[in-house]
């Protein structure tokens, strides 16, 4: 019913930038926490920023002032604009949408949503 497309990945030098763009479609009629995880090889996913609908955002600590997470609540889409990025953040970028609220008969609410990936790679 509902489902998110991410774009925005790709190849990227040491101390580049990307951004990193997830759109929701489907009938929704609100989303709590929109965010981005990231999973490297041999690691868990983890979180790497959320923004509420009011525009709060979270950030992880590795990411702070580097990263910056915003959303517009109009289109359903949230984006992950990344700086001075490191080899490190070479990882599968994954959207989330929490907290999902679907306007179907009888309605969903509460949905969490994940998006297919998008791999980010950061050369040295």
């Known amino acids: 019913q509902v489902q998110l497309v991410e774009s925005g990945g790709g190849l990227v030098q040491f101390g580049g930038s990307l951004r990193l763009s997830c759109a929701a479609s489907?009938?929704?009629?609100?989303?709590?926490?929109m965010g981005w995880y990231r999973q490297a090889p041999g690691k868990q996913r983890e979180l790497v920023a959320t923004?509420?609908?009011?525009?709060?955002?979270t950030y992880t600590d590795s990411v702070k002032g580097r990263f910056t997470i915003s959303r517009d609540n109009a289109k359903n889409t949230v984006y992950l604009q990344m700086n001075s990025l490191k080899t490190e953040d070479t990882a599968v970028y994954y959207c989330?949408?929490?907290?999902?609220?679907?306007?179907?008969?009888?309605?969903?609410?509460?949905?969490?949503?994940w998006g297919q990936g998008t791999l980010v790679t950061v050369s040295s």
């Open positions: 489907g009938r929704i009629s609100r989303i709590y926490t």
């Open positions: 989330n949408a929490d907290g999902v609220n679907v306007a179907t008969t009888p309605p969903l609410w509460d949905l969490v949503v």
């Open positions: 923004i509420t609908n009011g525009g709060t955002p």
